[in-house]
């Protein structure tokens, strides 16, 4: 697995809806999220649609979907990927989505509907499940029953990976998991990528760690 750096001008025309976007944030719940997790990841987004003309500069532009807080509303929002990538401060990786998942099973339009009605019904995000997400190490029980930090999947808010994780399941690009346990850097790990992904911005001294090793499944319970 290996790491390139790519200017967004060459990314942009590859892009396809369902590939995510990694962000490594500065500010100090990012960094929160970093040291719970391990990690260099802090929040993914996924490209939502691709190619969308813009009548004002006869150019095309990607769009981004993620939960987060973005034009003053906390939770799921869509906007332009130009847009996020310019003023974001920090890393930003592009994970394309394996071609032949993309061939054989991903879904575009269940993919769409259900993340634009996510959307569209202003879901907020979802901080408590965020945090006990991060907090793997209290999620085993005894004898089978789940700690104190498992969540148990619920789509009434969304925090950013489970938005995305859960946009992938319902595209049929992975099978049913529990999108509500799922981290950012746990969606990293999901072995459903291309063996190249591409840092856009920031430090290339940063990396995503264990990239494209880990099973999907094994986040089905």
């Given at each position: 697995m290996t790491v390139n750096q790519m200017d967004y001008d060459a990314a942009r025309a590859k892009m396809k809806p369902g590939d995510v976007i990694a962000f490594g944030g500065k500010g100090h719940f990012s960094e929160i999220i970093k040291f719970a997790t391990f990690s260099d990841i802090s929040h993914v987004g996924v490209i939502l649609q691709t190619k969308i003309f813009d009548d004002n500069s006869d150019r095309y532009f990607n769009q981004i979907i993620e939960s987060t807080s973005l034009n003053g509303f906390n939770g799921v929002n869509i906007s332009r990927f130009s847009d996020r990538l310019n003023s974001y401060e920090g890393e930003l990786w592009w994970l394309p989505l394996r071609e032949?998942?993309?061939?054989?099973?991903?879904?575009?339009?269940?993919?769409?509907?259900?993340?634009?009605?996510?959307?569209?019904?202003?879901?907020?995000?979802?901080?408590?499940?965020?945090?006990?997400?991060?907090?793997?190490?209290?999620?085993?029980?005894?004898?089978?029953?789940?700690?104190?930090?498992?969540?148990?999947?619920?789509?009434?808010?969304f925090f950013c990976s489970e938005l995305v994780a859960a946009g992938l399941e319902k595209a049929k690009a992975i099978d049913t998991v529990n999108a509500s346990e799922v981290t950012p850097i746990d969606l990293c790990r999901w072995c459903i990528y291309e063996d190249t992904y591409y840092q856009l911005k920031g430090d290339p001294k940063k990396k995503i760690s264990r990239f494209n090793t880990a099973n999907p499944s094994d986040w089905n319970v």
């Open positions: 032949e998942i993309r061939a054989n099973h991903f879904n575009q339009n269940e993919f769409y509907d259900f993340l634009f009605n996510q959307a569209k019904e202003r879901k907020e995000y979802d901080m408590p499940q965020a945090i006990k997400s991060a907090i793997d190490l209290l999620d085993a029980g005894l004898l089978g029953v789940h700690g104190g930090a498992y969540n148990k999947e619920d789509f009434s808010k």
